[in-house]
C-alpha cells in the first residue's frame, strides 16, 4: 500500500500554490480591493476555495465556467449541485426571460397558474400529494421541521452526525457523553443548547436511532438518503428501511431531504430506492440556477396541520413563522417549471449517470494502479472520492478520513489543469451538458496529480 510523503505533498502544494497565484492575477486583485465584504467574499463560505483567494467568475455556461483571467475550465462543482442542470440551461433562460420581460411581475404574493404544474411534477417524481415553495432547502427544512412539531406535538428533530441540511441549528448536532446532544465543532452560535432541540444519531446505526426515539420526544427524523457533505456515505442494505420502521414504531415522521442526493436519478433516492417519507425537501437544483426549494407533505401531515390551524394552535397563513414574502414568487416557479419539464428529464439522468459510473472508474483505475488507500463513492449523477479505505460507513468515520493538505493540493493541481472539483470537498457532479471526453480529462489529470504524490 502506498504511503503519504508529507515532505512531499508540502512540495508539490507550494509549486501548485505559486503557478495559480502567477495564473490569476485579477482574481487576486479584486479579492484584495474587496474592503466593503465582510471576508472578501459575498458569502463567507466562498473563502473555502484553495488558493488563498477565489476565482472570479466572468462567464459560465453550459459545464463550462472562465474566470475573469479569461481560463476556462471543465466545471464539475457545478455549484455543489446548485447548477446540476448545467450553467443557465437554455429553456430555464427562455422561462426567466419571458416572465421578466413579455409577462412580468416577478414577485407580487400572487399564485401563479404555473404553480400546479410544478407541484404535480413534483408529486410524480416523488409521490407527495402537497407542496409548498421557498426559497431554499435550508428554508424549506425550517418550516417543515415547524409543520413536524405542530402534527406530532414533539419538540425534538432526530438528525446524523456530519449530516447536511442547510444552515438548519437543529442539524449542527454530534452524539454526546450519555446520550446528550451535543454541537459540532465550529458551529456558530447555537441560539440554545442543541440537546434542548435535538437528538444524534450515527449514520448506519440503528441502534443508536431506536435509542434516541425511545424517549418519545422526536417530532421527525432528518435525514438524507446518503450523507453527502462529508463525503458520499451511503446507506447499508436495510438501514433507510428500518429508518422509515423505527418512526412508525415510535410515532416520529421520516423527514427525507434530497437537496444533494437528486443526482440519484430523475425521482431522486426517494423513486430509485422506494423510500417512504412523511414530509420531502429540495432545492438547488431544481430551479436551474433561480433562487428556489420545496417541501412536500403527506395527506396525513396535512390534515394534522389542518386539525390545528383549524383549532386555532397556529397560524400558517400570518405570523406563525412558516413562509416568506418572496418564496413561491413568479420567476423562481417559472424557472422550476422549466427545469423540471425539459431539462432535468429521465434522458438526462441516464446520461449524466453514465458519465458518473465512467468517472468512477477512472479514478478507480488510478486508486488499484497505485495501491492508494483511497475509496471513491457514486449516487446516481454525482461521485466523490475519500482519503480512507475502505470507504467510511458513518460521519464520524468520514469527518476522520479529513486531510486539509490533500484538499488544498488536490483542488489547485485540478484547477491549474482546467478542472474545477468542488471546494467543500472531492465531489464531482454531471449536468446535461457534460462530455465523455470531459470525465476523460479529469481522469488523465487525476492520474497525473495523483502519481505525483505517490508514484
Known amino acids: 500500500m502506498a504511503t503519504l510523503d508529507r515532505t512531499r505533498l508540502t512540495a508539490l502544494l507550494e509549486a501548485e500554490q505559486a503557478a495559480y497565484t502567477d495564473s490569476h492575477p485579477r482574481s487576486r486583485a479584486l479579492f484584495a480591493q474587496a474592503d466593503n465584504l465582510f471576508g472578501r467574499v459575498p458569502m463567507t463560505w ?21 474566470d475573469v483571467d479569461g481560463h476556462t475550465y471543465v466545471d464539475f462543482a457545478l455549484g455543489d449541485t446548485g447548477a446540476m442542470a448545467g450553467h443557465s440551461p437554455a429553456p430555464t433562460v427562455a422561462a426567466v426571460q419571458r416572465r421578466m420581460g413579455e409577462l412580468g411581475g416577478v ?16 408529486s410524480r417524481r416523488f409521490g407527495m400529494p402537497s407542496w409548498s415553495f421557498t426559497l431554499s432547502a435550508t428554508d424549506a ?15 425534538k428533530v432526530l438528525v446524523f452526525a456530519y449530516c447536511y441540511h442547510g444552515s438548519v441549528d437543529e442539524a449542527f448536532a454530534l452524539p454526546g457523553p450519555e446520550g446528550k446532544a451535543q454541537s459540532r465543532p465550529g458551529n456558530v452560535a447555537p441560539p440554545v443548547p442543541l440537546d434542548l432541540t435535538t437528538r444524534a444519531a450515527t449514520w448506519n446505526d440503528l441502534e443508536s436511532v431506536e435509542r434516541e426515539l425511545a424517549h418519545g420526544d422526536v417530532a421527525a427524523i432528518l435525514t438524507e438518503p446518503a450523507l453527502t457533505n462529508i463525503g458520499i456515505v451511503l446507506p447499508e442494505p436495510g438501514f433507510m428501511e428500518g429508518l422509515r420502521e423505527l418512526a412508525t414504531r415510535y410515532g416520529s415522521l421520516l423527514m427525507i431531504d434530497e437537496t444533494h442526493t437528486f443526482s440519484t436519478g430523475w425521482g431522486g433516492a426517494t423513486r430509485a430506492w422506494g423510500l417512504q417519507p412523511d414530509i420531502f425537501v429540495i432545492g438547488k437544483s431544481i430551479g436551474g440556477g433561480i433562487p428556489c426549494g420545496a417541501y412536500g407533505i403527506s395527506a396525513e401531515v396535512a390534515a394534522a396541520v389542518t386539525r390545528h390551524t383549524e383549532a386555532g394552535d397556529a397560524d ?4 406563525g413563522g412558516v413562509g416568506g414574502t418572496l418564496a413561491g414568487n413568479a420567476l423562481s416557479v417559472a424557472a422550476m417549471r422549466a427545469t423540471l419539464g425539459e431539462v432535468l428529464t429521465e434522458d438526462a439522468f441516464a446520461h449524466m449517470t453514465e458519465l458518473a459510473t465512467a468517472f468512477t472508474a477512472g479514478v478507480q483505475q488510478t486508486l488499484d494502479e497505485l495501491d492508494v488507500p483511497w475509496s471513491i463513492s457514486q449516487l446516481g449523477a454525482r461521485a466523490e472520492y475519500r482519503f480512507a479505505r475502505p470507504a467510511p460507513r458513518t460521519g464520524e468515520e468520514s469527518a476522520a478520513a ?11 493541481a485540478m484547477c491549474n489543469r482546467g478542472i474545477l ?12 451538458d457534460t462530455s465523455r471526453e470531459d470525465v476523460d480529462r479529469h481522469t488523465e489529470a487525476f492520474r497525473e496529480v495523483v502519481g505525483a504524490l505517490f508514484g
Do not use: K
Request: charged share 20%; hydrophobic share 45%; with cysteine.
Open 46 to 66: 466562498m473563502n473555502m476555495w484553495s488558493g488563498g483567494f477565489p476565482l472570479y467568475l466572468d462567464r459560465a455556461a453550459g459545464n463550462r465556467v472562465t
Open 107 to 122: 414577485t407580487t404574493m400572487l399564485p401563479t397558474a404555473e404553480a400546479q404544474d410544478v407541484g404535480a411534477e413534483l
Open 141 to 155: 427544512n425550517r418550516w417543515a421541521i415547524r409543520l413536524a412539531r405542530l402534527a406530532t406535538g414533539r419538540p
Open 316 to 319: 400558517i397563513v400570518d405570523v
Open 402 to 412: 479529513a486531510d486539509d493538505g490533500l484538499d488544498a493540493y488536490l483542488h489547485l
Open 421 to 432: 472539483m468542488t471546494p467543500f470537498h472531492n465531489m464531482a457532479l454531471m449536468c446535461p
